[in-house]
């Protein structure tokens, strides 16, 4: 099966960027996402890209793909308190079905 | 738009028992549901993708007879634990699939909490 990767925790300063990475073995990827999950509640869509962009900026996220070496990278700038959660990258593979496979999340703490 | 709910939100029920969780799509029609279990600090795992009006698509190690899952209508799918036992305690999270702009995306439902005694 497909494997996406992601470290278990982060912890950043409020103010401070905050940097969550992600690997993947599958190259026929063909959107990769980014979801944020609160506790308790299900996931919420914060961006996505496409695998031939290298790069997406939304306010304050950035996205960077490396599809080369099969990295992605969230950067949150001027990170709140209220974006501590767990951070999942996913990816849906052509010819799937729709089908997503998700990392296994980063925790995000951000200390005031 | 594209919202999808689960109800209930939380359920505790005996050992024995079966359990009927609902998702619905709510302004939008969805071919394909997902099932997921996630674990406490854990990644979701797909247990199953659900087509309307055919049978679910169950992954490896997902019993299909514990877990049965319909599809009738294009905003709605339904996962019944039967027989629930402690270990079936877990949050189960349903999405709902839409193309979009010839984007694949999931709505996540807001999740069930499941408690087996």
């Known amino acids: 099966g497909e494997d996406v990767e992601q470290s278990l925790f982060l912890s950043v300063r409020e103010g401070d960027s905050s940097v969550i990475n992600c690997t993947y073995t599958?190259?026929?990827?063909?959107?990769l996402y980014w979801y944020k999950q609160e506790p308790g509640a299900g996931l919420q869509l914060l961006t996505y890209?496409?695998?031939?962009?290298d790069m997406k900026q939304d306010q304050r996220l950035t996205v960077l793909l490396n599809k080369k070496d099969k990295h992605l990278s969230l950067r949150i700038a001027d990170t709140q308190t209220g974006d501590s959660a767990i951070y999942f990258c996913?990816?849906?593979?052509?010819?799937?079905?729709?089908?997503?496979?998700f990392g296994t999340g980063t925790s995000l703490t951000v200390i005031p | 738009g594209a919202v999808v709910s689960q109800h209930p939100s939380r359920v505790i029920c005996k050992s024995g028992t079966s359990v009927k969780i609902e998702c619905r799509s709510l302004d939008f029609q969805a071919t394909t549901m997902f099932w997921y279990r996630q674990f406490p600090k854990k990644s979701l795992m797909l247990m199953a993708t659900s087509n309307e009006g055919s049978k679910a698509t169950y992954e490896q190690g997902v019993e299909k007879d514990k877990f049965l899952i319909n599809h009738a209508s294009l905003t709605l799918s339904t996962l019944t634990v039967t027989s629930a036992h402690p270990e079936d305690s877990s949050f189960y999270i349903c999405s709902a699939g839409l193309q979009r702009g010839g984007r694949n995306e999931q709505f996540f439902g807001p999740g069930t909490r499941l408690t087996v005694l």
């Open positions: 890209i496409f695998s031939n962009m």
């Open positions: 599958d190259s026929s990827s063909t959107y």
């Open positions: 996913a990816e849906s593979i052509a010819n799937t079905g729709n089908q997503f496979y």
